[in-house]
């Protein structure tokens, strides 16, 4: 076969692929998917959308304050700053544990704090229909909005943002300008 045969050929093998593309149906859209850090608080299972932090950190030597704000531990060094770390439990209405919580989840970039926790399950990446409006919401739970449906069961999505924003509000901060 010549060159021109050849090139020919070949075009007409594409032409015939291409347009075999338009005939077969549409692959199915890939189902948008939400990440997720499975923690535990006082023993609940609680979710955080990982788009809302900027950490997880553990085993730091916290410095008490005297405080009047009871949810606050004191200050931990965290990546060569001062951060406050607050206790989740006691943030959605648990007692204060007895121990020092061993994980601490960073919020925010420009003055970051931690929200300590008690225990770190993992990650999930879950399809945005596994997360949905909290059926129990309510006044008693007023961080939770979303429950995230997993193989273990549900997990309470905690807003982080609405947290850290009442933690600034309550210490007569605002939000850092951008």
Known sequence: MSEAGKLQHKASALRRAFDQAFALSPPPPAAEVMDLLAIGVAGAAYAIKL???????????????????????????IRGSTTPVFDLASL????????????????????????????FEGYLRLPKSSVHADPHASA?????????STEAGLHAVIDIPLVVSTIRT???HSAPAK
């Open 51 to 77: 788009r809302d932090i900027a950490g997880v950190v553990t085993s730091r030597k916290l410095t008490a304050l005297p405080a009047s704000a009871p949810a606050l531990l004191g200050l931990a060094g």
């Open 92 to 119: 959605l209405g648990y007692p204060t544990a007895l121990e020092s919580p061993r994980w601490l989840i960073l919020c925010g970039t420009e003055e970051p704090i931690a929200l300590a926790c008690s225990d």
């Open 140 to 148: 008693a739970r007023p961080y939770v909005h979303e429950v995230a």
């Open 170 to 172: 309550r210490a007569g």
